[in-house]
């Protein structure tokens, strides 16, 4: 057992088999979140099954061994609990929210589910169905599937350009014997970290992790290919009243020292309604409902990037002002905006601390990530660390680059990869 130095709610335990234990005890609460992180996303996925990550969550509730798809669903609501998953380009998760006194059901359920389900013939056909449904869905959401154009054009011909969903074509067809065994080859105990917090006593949660994780498969996932940015522009026709805009740049991942400079700049250059963004292009310009700067880190790189819904007209002028205002920055940066934006996210490192699921969910990232857990302290220290240099560095360093632009909607008149990359540089 580790009680790690700077977090002393924290304590981690490698199990034999190589699954990492972490709890984070809570005082004053009387639930308990809690699950297991994978390390493998759609980034890992070989091109013919893209999809099979996102897929394989679906199914991992649909029966195991002992329990059907209704009998999991029942025994989590019969004591008030929350059950659920999620995948990314980098993760997927498998996830419960219980009373205190039920964590053995939840560690029960989630061992269950991750060592022996059977991915049944028929579940899987249905569960396809559902996923055609969510990709269908997705299509029709324009504000959701600029993302995913977005992605593609950032990293084209690259897993992490291809969609978390998955293709439709790739799911329709996709067998029980695909889904099982990428589930083998690469959820092996050094690629999970079980991670609770809230009202959970470290011992007891390693006590139960031993008694039922045992039968997990030896897989790990693959060093995945390299994330190269390469940007362009894709416009999409669309008969809709708004018109959906991504724009970007080649952001920095997680172990980047400009980590947090990347933070502190997004939160002051579109982050809220303070933000330059905000304030220019809605407040002041009125050419948007929505407009916000975002990042996508990865462990290798990220992106960085704007997104807006406006009108086709009103296009024409928001792009240079978005240009503008990112050129601008270094002449014109306020210590104030700086220091406001660092008390921002000031704020969210330390209000996420109210929460048994932020709580948990952070702790299971730090392992994948660092290696350890991260001290809110620490957190904190890296943050109020970004001075005004480090942000003007910043902007300059996206604006040299190249660019990604994908567009949904009425996209007539819109500027070429060429026009797109002069408003910048």
């Known amino acids: 057992m580790n009680v790690m130095p700077g977090t002393a709610s924290v304590q981690i335990t490698t199990l034999d088999n190589g699954l990492r234990v972490a709890s984070d005890s809570m005082s004053g609460v009387e639930t308990v979140s809690l699950g297991v992180w994978a390390a493998v996303g759609t980034r890992h996925e070989p091109a013919a099954v893209n999809g099979v ?6 199914m991992a509730f649909k029966g195991t061994e002992r329990r059907s798809a209704r009998d999991i669903a029942v025994e989590v609501e019969a004591v008030g609990g929350q059950i659920n998953a999620y995948t990314t380009r980098e993760r997927t998760a498998y996830y419960a929210k219980m009373l205190a006194d039920d964590l053995p059901l939840a560690i029960d359920i989630l061992a269950d589910i991750l060592q022996h389900s059977t991915y049944d013939a028929e579940e899987l056909a249905r569960e396809r169905q ?20 977005f992605q593609a054009v950032a990293y084209p011909g690259q897993a992490l350009g291809r969609p978390v969903l998955g293709a439709a074509e790739i799911v329709a067809r996709m067998s029980r014997e695909e889904v099982a065994g990428y589930q083998h080859r690469n959820y092996g105990p050094e690629a999970l ?4 917090a809230g009202r959970v006593e470290h011992d007891r949660l390693v006590a139960l992790a031993k008694r039922h994780f045992r039968n997990l498969p030896d897989g790990a996932p693959p060093p995945p290919e390299p994330a190269r940015f390469v940007g362009g522009v894709r416009c999409t026709e669309r008969d809709l009243e708004q018109l959906h805009l991504a724009l970007g740049f080649q952001g920095v991942g997680y172990l980047d020292p400009d980590y947090y400079t990347q933070s502190v700049f997004s939160t002051l250059y579109g982050g809220g309604m303070s933000s330059r963004l905000f304030q220019e292009v809605r407040e002041k310009r009125g050419l948007v409902y929505s407009v916000y700067s975002f990042a996508s880190p990865y462990a290798d ?17 928001l792009l240079p002002v978005v240009a503008d205002e990112l050129r601008r920055l ?22 996420a601390r109210e929460s048994t699921s932020a709580r948990a969910e952070q ?12 001290s809110p302290a620490e957190l904190v220290r890296r943050v109020e660390a970004v001075d005004e240099a480090r942000v003007v560095a910043f902007a300059e360093r996206l604006r040299r680059g190249a660019v990604a632009f994908t567009a949904l909607g009425p996209v007539g008149g819109l500027p070429s990869d060429g026009a797109l990359g002069r408003l910048f540089h």
């Open 330 to 351: 270094p002449a014109t940066l306020e210590t104030a905006e700086v220091d406001r934006a660092k008390a921002q996210l000031r704020a969210d490192i330390l209000m």
């Open 53 to 58: 990550s996102h897929l394989l969550e679906h």
């Open 193 to 196: 970290v079980l991670a609770a």
């Open 130 to 149: 559902v996923i055609l449904q969510e990709i269908g869905q997705a299509e029709d959401t324009p504000d959701d599937i600029v993302f995913d154009h």
């Open 301 to 317: 790189g990220g992106l960085f990037a704007v997104y807006a819904g406006t009108g086709k007209e009103e296009a024409k002028e």
């Open 363 to 374: 702790l299971a990232h730090q392992l994948l990530t660092y290696g350890r857990a991260v």
